[in-house]
């Protein structure tokens, strides 16, 4: 399995809120859009990666829920990057302050920003180049701190703002840096 993409924008000129729309409409299929428009039907994550992922984003709530300096998300969250893409990680988290800027209507719809942290997390039929191109596009948007996190080589890339990508072969633990204090994810049940 793989993401399919649809051309669209030459034929249909979707609009924000119908893209929303349609993402409501049709809560059982996932989709994304590229900065050109085109819509990405995302497959559903199987059994073993729905597992992890539901991991990771607990451990990060769970810290969250300690320090109370933001909000963390699942990956049914939608964000529209300043780009004009509408992408959604398998794990975010932005600050407090973010969320508090944003009006009732706002937190409705899809954020109109990208976290200042995510996690992608490969599924064993995602394409590397595509998961790197996709991190890239964060780190272009605001990202100031991600991880790809790819099981089948047992590697993780970190990306930082302002700097090259680094690439860890079967880590023990991540950080959280500077951008979520004190948070350590164990990579034990995560490789």
């Known amino acids: 399995m793989t993401n399919l993409t649809i051309e669209i924008d030459s034929i249909i000129d979707l609009t924000d809120e119908q893209f ?8 059982e299929i996932r989709f994304e859009r590229n900065a050109k428009g085109d819509l990405i039907i995302v497959p559903l994550m199987g059994g073993e990666t729905g597992m992890i992922n539901a991991e990771i984003c607990g451990n990060l709530g769970m810290w969250n829920r300690q320090t109370k300096l933001g909000v963390g998300f699942n990956s049914s969250v939608g964000y529209q990057l300043p780009n004009g893409a509408k992408r959604s990680p398998s794990c975010s988290w932005i600050p407090i302050e973010k969320w508090n800027n944003l009006t009732p209507e706002q937190r409705e719809k899809f954020l109109p920003f990208c976290p200042d942290f995510l996690v992608e997390l490969m599924s064993p039929w995602d394409s590397l180049s595509d ?25 993780v890339e970190i990306y930082r703002a302002d700097k090259d990508v680094e690439i860890l072969d079967s880590p023990d633990r991540l950080s959280g840096e500077d951008v979520l204090p004190g948070f350590i994810l164990e990579m034990t049940t995560i490789l």
Request: charged share 30%; proline share 0%; aromatic share 10%.
């Open 20 to 27: 929303f729309q349609l993402c409501q409409i049709n809560k």
């Open 131 to 155: 998961s790197r191109e996709k991190m890239k596009e964060y780190l272009e948007n605001g990202m100031r701190l991600g991880w790809l996190i790819n099981r089948k080589n047992q590697q």
